[in-house]
């Protein structure tokens, strides 16, 4: 079964998927607007925007004839969550690698 | 052609890819160390691996008959740049819309 997290991080290895986040962050925005910097076939457009909303991060809603997109934060902040926590062990690594030099270096000095 | 980003991200679809990289924040380690906790046959834990050094996330060393492997952190800080920059965005038209809100309160009350 794929994870919140494997299907966030497969939506958004596409440029065009993470164009319509970057867009839809600034709040939300109507298919055709979403579409129109896009320069390809609407359908091969809206294919893209069902693996972000298989994914969770883009949920929308149609009223009368326009279906209006919108980000859902939690699944982009478990992403951004998952990153920060690798990142946070890697830079205590790199503290205790530099503690460890500065006690070679007093003890060889 | 494949982008730094679609490539990291891609790498990172996959639970027992992250695990990789979760334990090798931690410091470098040999492809047996790495494979060890995982219940799959060498070959396809080969494949996992081939994934993220062909990412960039992932660099090893063959010295005699170990390969060790590390990590990259500049393709890790790409990603972590991209979602906190998406983070940034969203929370400032989070500030905006309640700075709206207040107004309207302020109008009608």
Request: hydrophobic content about 40%; charged content about 40%.
């Given at each position: 079964?794929?994870?919140q997290l494997d299907s966030s991080f497969s939506a958004l290895s596409d440029p065009t998927r993470r164009a319509v986040i970057e867009r839809l962050v600034n709040g939300p925005a109507s298919v055709s607007d979403l579409a129109s910097p896009h320069d390809?076939?609407?359908p091969t457009f809206m294919r893209h925007l069902k693996v972000l909303e298989d994914s969770g991060l883009v949920?929308?809603?149609?009223?009368?004839?326009?279906?209006t997109c919108h980000i859902e934060a939690a699944p982009l902040m478990e992403l951004q969550g998952w990153l920060e926590w690798q990142r946070r062990v890697w830079d205590q690594r790199l503290?205790?690698?530099?503690t460890l030099?500065?006690?070679?270096?007093r003890n060889t000095s």
């Open positions: 079964m794929q994870s390809m076939a609407l949920r929308s809603v149609k009223k009368g004839r326009v279906r503290d205790r690698l530099s030099a500065e006690k070679i270096n």
